[in-house]
């Protein structure tokens, strides 16, 4: 063996998303709308789509090889539809490529309720604290018995 290093040379280059990995991801996230109907149902999983990328970078024969049902099957291969590649130069070939990518469905979280509490004596107790309506915020009114002051 020679002591040169071999370059990579690839004869067929892979079609790529304009700006990466990460910029696909964040594509997918912002055009991602859980299905009304797995919000219902609290469902919640990986939708596995498999698709097929033209020399062009147009997205062709999306499926779903592995879904959870519910309408995500569906809301995942919408997203896909969506999506444009650079078109890959392939020394004059036309070269379709098949690409397969995960899309996960994680139902939102509601933010945890906020407590809050007044502490009071007894005497200054006039009336009950007002509710809010339309909001995650609780209001409670507790009396503590002073045995000193009966």
Same mark, same amino acid.
């Given at each position: 063996?020679? !002591?040169?290093?071999?370059?990579?040379?690839?004869?067929?280059?892979?079609?790529?998303?304009?700006? !990466?990995?990460?910029?696909?991801?964040?594509?997918?996230?912002?055009?991602?709308?859980?299905?009304?109907?797995?919000?219902?149902?609290?469902?919640?999983?990986?939708?596995?789509?498999?698709?097929?990328?033209?020399?062009?970078?147009?997205?062709?024969?999306?499926?779903?090889?592995? !879904?959870?049902?519910? !309408?995500?099957?569906?809301?995942?291969?919408?997203?896909?539809?969506?999506?444009?590649?650079?078109?890959a130069r392939n020394r004059g070939l036309k070269v379709r490529s098949t690409m397969?990518?995960?899309?996960?469905?994680?139902?939102?979280?509601?933010?945890?309720?906020?407590?809050?509490?007044?502490?009071?004596?007894?005497?200054?107790?006039?009336?009950?604290?007002?509710?809010?309506?339309?909001?995650?915020?609780?209001?409670?009114?507790?009396?503590?018995?002073?045995?000193?002051?009966?």
């Amino acid at each position: 063996m020679s !002591g040169n290093k071999s370059k990579d040379k690839k004869f067929i280059a892979m079609p790529q998303y304009p700006g !990466g990995n990460a910029a696909l991801r964040r594509f997918i996230d912002e055009n991602l709308k859980y299905p009304e109907e797995a919000i219902e149902k609290q469902i919640e999983g990986t939708v596995y789509v498999s698709f097929t990328v033209s020399n062009e970078g147009n997205v062709e024969d999306i499926r779903a090889t592995k !879904g959870i049902g519910f !309408g995500c099957d569906e809301e995942a291969i919408r997203v896909i539809s969506l999506l444009r590649y650079e078109a890959a130069r392939n020394r004059g070939l036309k070269v379709r490529s098949t690409m397969k990518t995960r899309i996960n469905f994680r139902l939102p979280y509601a933010p945890a309720p906020v407590l809050n509490y007044t502490i009071t004596p007894k005497t200054a107790i006039k009336k009950p604290a007002e509710k809010t309506t339309g909001s995650n915020s609780y209001g409670y009114t507790i009396t503590f018995e002073n045995p000193a002051e009966t």
